[in-house]
């Protein structure tokens, strides 16, 4: 990427953190998961989030399931873009991240009917979970856990409906032949998964350390 691209994106990025509006909800947090070490999604990525969770908010899709150690964040920008009667679904085995998650959606006027918290190994309990009914497949795990989740994640979605994995091209490493450690190879496992599924639309964006979005076709 040029300079001047650099500079062009950078002034974009700047804009939209300008002119968003600020959330106090969303602000404290992201201070609750800096303070226990977790990585949550910037507020661009955010933003992608609640468009992919708006997309199917008039369907009779159950809503989206988050399986991430940053549930508050990602639920808060999940909720947004849902309708009304769809819920998230949370998964993540510390119960602490949870109910931090919990607290973050009654201070920002959700009912608690509206999320579903599952403290348990992702691996676990996705299998449980009813198939075809979500439009919207969040996933953030380790990498060498990657190409297990994004296998059981497939079956959730309806029609229409789109897995999104963060970090899943590792800031650029995944493109550097020699990295050979079990994170990269994870990583790289994944990402020949997702371009070998079948009726699947496959876009790799430049946000964080990589995002891949897998939407279903009919």
Do not use: W
Request: net charge negative; aromatic share 4%.
């Amino acid at each position: 990427m040029t300079d001047t691209a650099n500079a062009a994106t950078a002034a974009q990025t700047e804009y939209i953190l300008a002119t968003t509006l600020p959330d106090e909800v969303m602000r404290e947090t992201r201070d609750d998961a800096t303070e226990f070490g977790l990585e949550a999604p910037d507020e661009i990525t955010g933003q992608l989030i609640s468009t992919l969770a708006a997309v199917g908010s008039a369907s009779k899709s159950s809503g989206a399931v988050l399986i991430t150690p940053a549930a508050g964040v990602v639920g808060l920008y999940a909720l947004r873009g849902l309708g009304e009667r769809q819920t998230v679904t949370c998964i993540d085995p510390e119960a602490e991240h949870q109910t931090h998650a919990k607290e973050a959606f009654r201070s920002a006027g959700f009912s608690p009917s509206r999320a579903r918290l599952l403290p348990s190994r992702p691996l676990d309990v996705l299998g449980r979970l009813a198939g075809g009914s979500y439009h919207l497949v969040y996933v953030d795990v380790s990498p060498l856990d990657l190409p297990a989740a994004l296998e059981a994640a497939v079956p959730l979605l309806t029609v229409g409906g789109s897995i999104m994995v963060v970090n899943s091209l590792l800031d650029g490493t995944i493109a550097d032949s020699t990295r050979r450690d079990r994170d990269t190879a994870g990583a790289r496992e994944a990402d020949e998964l997702a371009l070998s599924l079948e009726n699947m639309v496959v876009s790799r964006l430049p946000l964080g350390g990589g995002v891949t979005l897998l939407t279903r076709g009919a």
